[in-house]
């Protein structure tokens, strides 16, 4: 297991000034005390704050090679998230990451549905740089993902092959990935 591999988290709030303890940062860091994977969690509320705290990840942070997966948790509609109550589509989000996240996951939290026809995950794929894109075709009701958010992590750590980890996800938590319909695109 390589211990030099993090998670790189953008969660949407209303308001980046409030300082809240929210359930994703708690289940990070229950991740980082269970699994040793460490994170970099981030707030954000608005599209300038992803450009700004990606920019901030790519320029200034000498360890960017070491984050494996970008992890959004943002609201949104199918293939599209919301940041102060503005919809960006997955295509403006592709062109926000250009070329920018080479060998890198985007993980969606199921904040959102990611619902894409094999063109539109392969035009993501091509224009990031990302080696996979995964979310969940059905949005947060009564079961939140964090859960299943941290098996896949903690899987992604320990391998590389995207095939394998998804097939080690369904074995493991097999009723959750269906219930809340979890897909990887690669």
Do not use: W
């Not at 994703?24 to 704050?49: N, P, R, T, W």
């Not at 996951?105 to 894109?133: C, S």
């Amino acid at each position: 297991m390589n211990s030099e591999k993090f998670i790189f988290c953008l969660e949407a709030v209303n308001d980046v000034s409030e300082n809240e303890n929210t359930h994703v940062l708690q289940s990070l860091q229950q991740l980082a005390m269970a699994h040793q994977i460490d994170s970099i969690y981030k707030s954000i509320d608005s599209i300038e704050g992803l450009e700004e705290s990606l920019g901030a990840l790519l320029y200034d942070d000498h360890n960017f090679k070491n984050y494996e997966i970008i992890y959004l948790v943002m609201p949104g509609e199918p293939n599209n998230i919301c940041l102060n109550d503005y919809y960006y589509s997955l295509e403006e989000i592709a062109e926000v990451f250009e070329g920018k996240l080479k060998g890198k996951m985007l993980h969606f939290a199921n904040a959102k549905v990611l619902d894409l026809e094999p063109d539109e995950a392969q035009y993501f794929l091509d224009v990031t740089g990302a080696r996979a894109i995964s979310g969940y075709g059905r949005e947060a009701g009564a079961v939140n993902s964090s859960m299943l958010d941290n098996v896949f992590f903690n899987l992604c750590h320990d391998d590389d092959d995207v095939k394998y980890i998804v097939e080690e996800l369904h074995q493991k938590q097999y009723a959750l990935c269906k219930l809340l319909d979890f897909r990887l695109y690669y």
